[in-house]
Nanobody, 128 residues
């Protein structure tokens, strides 16, 4: 049973920074995709960023490109989301997720249905 534990959310002013962490246990990850999604009130859960566990290859949603950085620490089974230049529209619950696939098709890894395991979510609130 895979467990994902997120941390690092909070309240920050616009222009500030936060770093989210997602610690995984219960499985050895070799070829997997680790991702971050977010969900604002009344909206659907949306893709933010993903990293391929084996290579470290990354991909970002256009809305966060240049401001957010996803990274991983393989020995710690942990991945991160460094969020800089935060905007009020980044306010949401952020979820980490894993997929037992490293398919490179964009339509595949932005789809929540292709992720087997999810964290509990951590709230990020950006004030203006």
């Amino acid at each position: 049973q895979v467990q994902l534990v997120e941390s690092g959310g909070g309240l920050v002013q616009a222009g500030g920074s936060l770093r989210l962490s997602c610690a995984a246990s219960g499985r050895t990850f070799i070829y997997s995709t680790m991702a971050w999604f977010r969900q604002a009130p009344g909206k659907e859960r949306e893709f933010v960023a993903r990293i391929k566990w084996s290579s470290g290859n990354t991909y970002y949603a256009d809305s966060v490109k240049g401001r957010f950085t996803i990274s991983r620490d393989v020995p710690k089974n942990t991945w991160y989301l460094q969020m800089n230049s935060l905007k009020p529209e980044d306010t949401a619950a952020y979820y980490c997720a894993t997929s037992a696939s490293e398919r490179s098709t964009t339509s595949y890894y932005v789809d929540t249905r292709n992720y087997e395991d999810w964290g509990q979510g951590t709230q990020v609130t950006v004030s203006s």
